[in-house]
């Protein structure tokens, strides 16, 4: 064959002796060789050159045109020529081919690739290369067991948590029932000097899951640390005052407008069932309307102002919608201010709102408010928020759609940690 024919099927380390047809399987069998035309003994090093047999191994290697491709490989053998060497007879070997595996290097990373890169089912990556699905899962584990080396360092992560897998309940023997509720906790660099990335990730959703990760950590590197984002979890917010007493915990703003949502959304719902004596329907203003409630004030419209305004005044005799919103309102307008001076005076604005409202659901969120208070101010001063580590969230239960669900949590994290690589690589 000539040099082209080599460089065509770019084999690393190998050159094309033979491509016939195969009448067989109606495709291409192809014969390769290794380029090295000595080879040393693995046990004495000493060098051989003149071979006295081979062998034609099957080789799985990556798709090449339409055709089926079957790759043979002229292995040769050689004799060792030392006399004292132990080992009489030994085969070539080659990086591309290691010793007792049947696929290519590139094959591979192709298939770690493909499954990683779009986070495609290891079975969907098996059918397109006609292999098994323990061998690309198995190209899956080696890849991760690269990643996730020590976190490099930085001044800012941020802490959250995403179900791993769907409630379910289990039966023993003695016929009890147990809740299983499978939670994973990931640690994102926060730093916006950086690249940002996913820096660790541990099953559970507990302070003891943050504590663990925490203390494999190196002494420098917890040093370093000098804010955690989280949101408001008291578990979370423990173990970070055991192990990084000197950081300074900081509460995502988001979890906190959530919370003001979802006190006007209660209370509508409440103040609906006390007038009409059932749920809200569409034609009651308070259920057409409902997500002009959640919006932010100063974003609506002349047309969305005069709807909320008409909700107000026909669909909410007892006020108290409009009390819920006019508190939410407080917070949000309290959740943008960024001096001392300036949040003082709108804290204060926002208690008032609240005393004058007297709701349950209003005071309860003012409850809230005064006991994350100091995380909550670490927010406002520094507006560090946890919108990357939320981010990275998304892509984890879009991986976990993707593959329609993970029963083995190891295997799920291991595609979570391939994905984010594969795509950080990019």
Known sequence: MTDATSLLF??????????VEDPISGGRRITVMAVADVHACPECAVVADDPYDHRDRVVKDLPFGQRPLILLWHQRRFTCGQDRCQRRIFTETSSQIPVRHRLTKRLRCKLEASASGSARAVSDVAREYRVSWATVHKSLVLKAATLFPQPAPTTMIGIDETRARSVRWRCDDEKNWTRTDPWMTSFVDLDLSHAGGLIGLVPGRSGASVRTWLGT???????????VAIDPSAPFASAIRDVLKHATIVVDHWH????ANLMVTRVRQRAARDQHGRRGRKSDLTWAHRQLLLRAGNDLSERARARLDELFATDDPSGQIKAAWTVKEALRHLLQAT????ISNRLHAFHETVIAGDMDESTRLATTLDRWWPELLAFLE????NARTEGYNRVIKQIKRTGRGYRNQTNYQR???LHIAAKQAV
């Open 10 to 19: 770019d084999l690393p380390g190998f050159r094309v002796i033979e491509c």
């Open 217 to 227: 950590q190196t002494p420098a590197w917890r040093a370093g640390i000098k804010i």
């Open 256 to 259: 906190v407008d959530r919370l």
């Open 339 to 342: 001096d001392r001076h300036t």
């Open 382 to 385: 520094t507006r560090v928020t």
């Open 415 to 417: 595609r979570i940690v």
